[in-house]
């Protein structure tokens, strides 16, 4: 099953050019769809405006969201799809702090910079596969820079430190979820802990990439967690590898 992928952007020569990002990050590219604006893009989604996009027979695996449209913004779109199993990555020219968090908050697997190199947006996309996320040099310094400054993240809750009765009502909710995780969601986390890659673990499946890429997605919000060393330290500390 080839990957499908989904552009969208109303710049026609910025779709092209990153409609040969895409073909150069990928083998495995079965089709591109590309739309220029929301109405367009939700349209081929199959949902209103202000709905939620529901997965279709054969789901686009890989969506590139531009952030402003003619009819609209990005973030509209990326808060449609929070049900949607797609990779959600945002392609614009805006690497300001109003973009940048706003676009994370609303789902963005990914932050990508148009104006950045070819090589550099091919090399980007392909972390996807290694479960990375793709982040523009300049966008992955700011983030670096923020944290070490310590500032809190735009729209960011504060810590709720309420002792050991809180640990013990976290342990009790990740065993629970825990208990949902399927049968092959297991089997990936099982190879994550290990260090495998989502490619490496595809072969050792036999599943496509995207699949496991999707498990991923799933295992990480029923664990509660955002990243691989997450899910392998509470994976190894709950006794479920």
Request: glycine residues 8%; negative net charge.
């Amino acid at each position: 099953m080839a990957v499908k992928v989904l552009i969208l952007e109303d710049n026609p020569v910025a779709r092209g050019f990153l409609c040969r990002v895409v073909r150069e990050s990928f083998s495995d590219v079965g089709g591109i769809t590309e739309a220029s604006d929301l109405e367009s893009v939700r349209r081929i989604l199959g949902h209103s405006a202000g709905g939620r996009a529901s997965p279709q027979a054969e789901p686009f695996q890989l969506i590139l969201v531009d952030l402003e449209l003619p009819d609209g913004s990005g973030l509209e779109l990326l808060t449609e799809l929070s049900q949607y199993p797609a990779t959600r990555i945002v392609t614009t020219l805006y690497s300001d702090d109003e973009h940048l968090f706003p676009a994370l908050q609303c789902g963005a697997d990914g932050y990508l910079l148009k104006e950045d190199r070819f090589e550099v947006l091919v090399e980007e996309l392909q972390k996807i596969v290694r479960g990375q996320p793709p982040l523009s040099p300049a966008i992955a310094r700011r983030l670096l820079t923020h944290f070490r400054t310590g500032d809190p993240l735009p729209g960011a809750q504060p810590a709720n430190h309420t002792g050991a009765s809180a640990s013990s009502s976290a342990t009790v909710l990740v065993a629970s979820e825990h208990e949902r995780l399927t049968p092959r969601e297991s089997e990936v986390l099982t190879y994550l802990s290990k260090g495998f890659t989502i490619k490496e673990i595809a072969a050792l499946m036999g599943i496509k990439w995207f699949t496991v890429n999707d498990h991923i997605k799933s295992i990480y919000k029923k664990l509660n967690v955002s990243s691989r060393a997450e899910a392998a330290v509470l994976a190894s500390k709950q006794g479920l590898v």
